[in-house]
């Protein structure tokens, strides 16, 4: 895709978008289903992944991990946003173009053998491994709006309101 090819395709949204705000606003949602042992089935709608617990928490290491999982939502984010923002600047990345993101946990947490080590990621890194001949000025725009358009980034960034409830089923 070009630069030409990705405003044709998202002109008209935006144009909506301006028209009538409350038009842009979407909920997402995922849905998981208990699975045997300690999992939770939940269907991506590309594929059911069965998550469960972290080896370091007593898992098999045979289900996917919610916090691997967290990482990946942020790499597979970050990726599509850096390539649509390099597509819509004209900026060329080739095929060893990487994004990499690496955080810590503390399972003493997790476990509640430490009740002052942090329940979750202490620190997430995301690295951006660019194959491209573009100038530094065109990188730092590049990786700016790629931190301000991405989803996941932003909102691991801005810690958004989160809400629990409940309904019992049965």
């Known amino acids: 895709m070009n630069s ?5 395709l998202q002109s ?5 978008y301006k028209e009538n705000p409350e038009e842009a ?5 995922s849905i998981g ?5 300690v999992t939770c089935k939940v269907d991506t709608g590309k594929a059911m992944v069965e998550a469960g617990l972290h080896p370091a928490t007593g898992g098999d290491g045979m289900a996917a991990c919610s916090g691997d ?3 990946d939502a942020l790499v597979a984010c970050a990726g599509v946003t850096l390539n649509a923002v390099a597509t819509a600047i004209e900026v060329d990345l080739g095929s060893n173009t990487e994004i990499r993101a690496e955080g810590d946990l ?6 509640g053998v430490d009740k002052e080590a942090p329940v979750g990621f202490k620190e997430i890194r995301l690295t951006f491994h660019l194959d491209t001949n573009a100038s530094e000025e065109q990188i730092a725009s590049l990786i700016k709006l790629t931190e ?3 989803v996941v980034f932003q ?13 019992v089923v049965g």
């Not at 503390?106 to 476990?111: E, K, Q, V």
């Open 69 to 71: 999982m967290l990482l």
């Open 25 to 29: 606003i979407v909920t997402l949602s």
């Open 155 to 167: 909102t691991l960034n801005t810690k958004p309101g989160l809400v629990t409830k409940h309904e």
């Open 106 to 111: 503390d399972f003493r947490g997790t476990l």
């Open 12 to 16: 008209p949204l935006k144009s909506k």
């Open 4 to 8: 030409e090819k990705l405003r044709e």
């Open 33 to 37: 289903k208990i699975g045997d042992g």
């Open 148 to 150: 301000r358009y991405c």
